[in-house]
Each structure stands twice: as structure tokens, then as C-alpha cells.
């Protein structure tokens, strides 16, 4: 089974625009809603973004997401310390099993 | 509040079997699907399997399929995973999750909450 392919690590200064990738195939991403997902240092992963773009309540508008073809992006606007963790896409895959993409770990300078 | 608590993690020798299960309040349990991640120490998440709300549709990952197997009873609002032949690489913490659909596999979906997780380390 494959995988979503993210950058291992991102960074930014406080206030910056971070920017996240998540690249799959026609038989995932292509033809099936990307997920977010953020855990925080030692604690369970938390839904961030659903359905390519939406944001669950309670999850602050600095959080974007976006998807196009069989690539989808995450973005965090006016980057804050306790955006620090790790992050996750998701896609259903056509033979019917869930692939989380490889994490990307975001780090405030 | 909804809410997902996992148990039945431990250590474990390879080749032996271990029970999980995920005790689920807070929603109407079988209104929904279910299912179970995992995250070795150190590495990404890694979906194991899912169940359709009356059981009727599962899916496996390849790594655990014909090892592992996903059972609800949703009288008792609990979910299982069944594990056995257990190996090295099964050690990891297994997560319990909500699935938005009541359907494995439809789209859009996506999991909301996660439980804490249960950790299962398999040694000898």
C-alpha cells in the first residue's frame, strides 16, 4: 500500500505563512477528500481540516486547506508557538483503506 | 461529550494474541463506522482497519490482514481488534477513532475524536 508523500519538517517565525504539501495519485487524492489531522506533542491526533477545506468549529482561521488534481495543501497563517506539532493528510484510497501521508513535523523558530 | 477510551494493550511475545477494545459515549455508536490507527514509537500514523456500522462492510490494512481482525457489538457501544500472530512491528500505540459516515470507505469522511490510544509492545 502507498503512502501520501509529505515534507519531513517545515518551519517559520511567528506571524510567518507556513505551507504544507501532501502529494498522491488518481486513485486517492485524485478522486477522493483529503483530511488534516494535527497531534501535538504527545497527545492523540486532532481533526484540523475535512473535506479538503473545512475547518471543524473551535479550530482558528489561520487554518486552511486546499486541494487540486492528486496534490492537496495545508496552510497556517500568522504561525503561533502552539502550532507546533505534527501534521497529517488523510485520502481514502480506491482498494478501500485509509492512507495518512507521511507527517510533517512544523516548528516555530 | 463524546468520547473513545482504548484498553488492552500490554506486552506480548511474538506469535501470541492480544484483545483491544474501545469503549465509545457521548453519540449514538452505531450510527457511525469505526476504526483503528496505529503509530509505532517515533513514526507516522498508520490505518489498520475500519467496520461499517452494523459490521456489514471491514477493511484491512495488507499489513495485519488475515492477523488481525475488527468486530463491534454495538448493544455494548464498544468496538475490538482482535490480534493475533503478533509481531516486532505491531508494537505501537493503537488509536480507537470516529468515523463521520456510517459507511467504511465513503467519501467525504473523515475521523472525529481519536481516543487516547493503548500502547502494545510485542517482545520477547
Known amino acids: 500500500q502507498s503512502v501520501l508523500t509529505q515534507p519531513p519538517s517545515a518551519s517559520g517565525t511567528p506571524g510567518q505563512r507556513v505551507t504544507i504539501s501532501c502529494s498522491g495519485s488518481?486513485?486517492?487524492?485524485?478522486?477522493?477528500?483529503v483530511n488534516w489531522y494535527q497531534q501535538l506533542p504527545g497527545t492523540a491526533p486532532k481533526l484540523l481540516i475535512y473535506s479538503n477545506n473545512q475547518r471543524p468549529s473551535g479550530v482558528p482561521d489561520r487554518f486552511s486547506g486546499s486541494k487540486s488534481g492528486t496534490s492537496a495543501s495545508l496552510a497556517i497563517s500568522g504561525l503561533q508557538s502552539e502550532d507546533e506539532a505534527d501534521y497529517y493528510c488523510a485520502a481514502w484510497d480506491d482498494s478501500l483503506n485509509v492512507l495518512f501521508g507521511t507527517g510533517t513535523k512544523v516548528t516555530v523558530l | 461529550e463524546v468520547q473513545l477510551v482504548e484498553s488492552g494493550g500490554g506486552l506480548v511475545q511474538p506469535g501470541r494474541s492480544l484483545r483491544l477494545s474501545c469503549a465509545a459515549s457521548?453519540?449514538?455508536?452505531?450510527?457511525?463506522?469505526m476504526h483503528w490507527v496505529r503509530q509505532a514509537p517515533g513514526k507516522g500514523l498508520e490505518w489498520v482497519s475500519g467496520?461499517?456500522?452494523?459490521?456489514?462492510?471491514?477493511g484491512y490494512a495488507d499489513s495485519v490482514k488475515g492477523r488481525f481482525t475488527i468486530s463491534r457489538d454495538n448493544a455494548k457501544n464498544s468496538l475490538y481488534l482482535q490480534m493475533n500472530s503478533l509481531r516486532a512491528e505491531d508494537t505501537a500505540l493503537y488509536y480507537c477513532a470516529k468515523d463521520s459516515h456510517l459507511m467504511v470507505g465513503a467519501t467525504p469522511s473523515w475521523f472525529d475524536p481519536w481516543g487516547q490510544g493503548t500502547l502494545v509492545t510485542v517482545s520477547s
Open positions: 488518481s486513485s486517492n487524492i485524485g478522486s477522493n477528500t
Open positions: 467496520i461499517s456500522w452494523n459490521s456489514g462492510s471491514i
Open positions: 457521548g453519540f449514538t455508536f452505531d450510527d457511525y463506522a
